[in-house]
T-cell receptor, first 114, second 111 residues
Framework: AQSVTQLGSHVSVSEGALVLLRCNYS??????LFWYVQYPNQGLQLLLK??????LVKGINGFEAEFKKSETSFHLTKPSAHMSDAAEYFC????????????FGAGTRLAVHP | SQTIHQWPATLVQPVGSPLSLECTVE??????LYWYRQAAGRGLQLLFY??????ISSEVPQNLSASRPQDRQFILSSKKLLLSDSGFYLC??????????FGQGTRLTVV
């Protein structure tokens, strides 16, 4: 079975500071990994995903994530936070075979203060 | 083009009333469909998935049920809502393990 753990349900950063949201996964098959963002009262938007190939993945809005198999991690980073980055972020995992289920972490709410 | 529709967007229902949320997909056939719920302060929990007409798998025991009456239609139902059924419900379609499309979601408040 696959699972995702997001460390820190709430993260607060200053505008301009580094954003680091942590995600660790468990999977018995090579994982496909995703980061989604949910703005207040809206649906999910894909930030980036890792399937195969380059382990450093660049996404929208200046975010990037690195797949580290040895650490079973897929942490999300952004060099400089903007006020507009305040939202809830979800890490998710799926894998080949089975029924393509997408399993989400519990989410991390990012607050950005001036 | 391929799209996924989910309605209604918001819903306020009294305790004990029935529920029916509908999700439809366009531009594909035999899609894998999923229902997720996000309760207040919690993450997205997979409730049900379906790989074809009449084929439903439940991920967690609960007060809800799902049905797949047509190839591109996935319905989430309840005979009697509980306060704990309040939350944000999302329908999803996954053409493959590396791609997912989501509906706009339904915010359900049970009062």
């Amino acid at each position: 079975a696959q699972s995702v753990t997001q460390l820190g349900s709430h993260v607060s950063v200053s505008e301009g500071a580094l954003v680091l949201l942590r995600c660790n996964y468990s999977s018995s098959v090579p994982p496909y990994l995703f980061w989604y963002v949910q703005y207040p009262n809206q649906g999910l938007q894909l930030l980036l995903k890792y399937t195969t190939g380059a382990t450093l993945v660049k996404g929208i809005n200046g975010f990037e994530a690195e797949f580290k198999k040895s650490e079973t991690s897929f942490h999300l980073t952004k060099p400089s936070a903007h006020m507009s980055d305040a939202a809830e972020y979800f890490c998710a995992v799926s894998g080949p075979g089975g029924y393509n289920k997408l399993i989400f972490g519990a989410g991390t709410r990012l607050a950005v203060h001036p | 083009s391929q799209t996924i529709h989910q309605w209604p967007a918001t819903l306020v229902q009294p305790v004990g009333s029935p529920l029916s949320l509908e999700c439809t997909v366009e531009g594909t056939s035999n899609p894998n469909l999923y229902w997720y719920r996000q309760a207040a302060g919690r993450g997205l929990q997979l409730l049900f998935y379906s790989v074809g007409i009449g084929q439903i798998s439940s991920e967690v025991p609960q007060n809800l049920s799902a049905s797949r009456p047509q190839d591109r239609q996935f319905i989430l139902s309840s005979k009697k809502l509980l306060l704990s059924d309040s939350g944000f419900y999302l329908c999803a379609w996954m053409p493959s393990a590396t791609e997912a499309f989501f509906g706009q979601g339904t915010r359900l408040t049970v009062v």
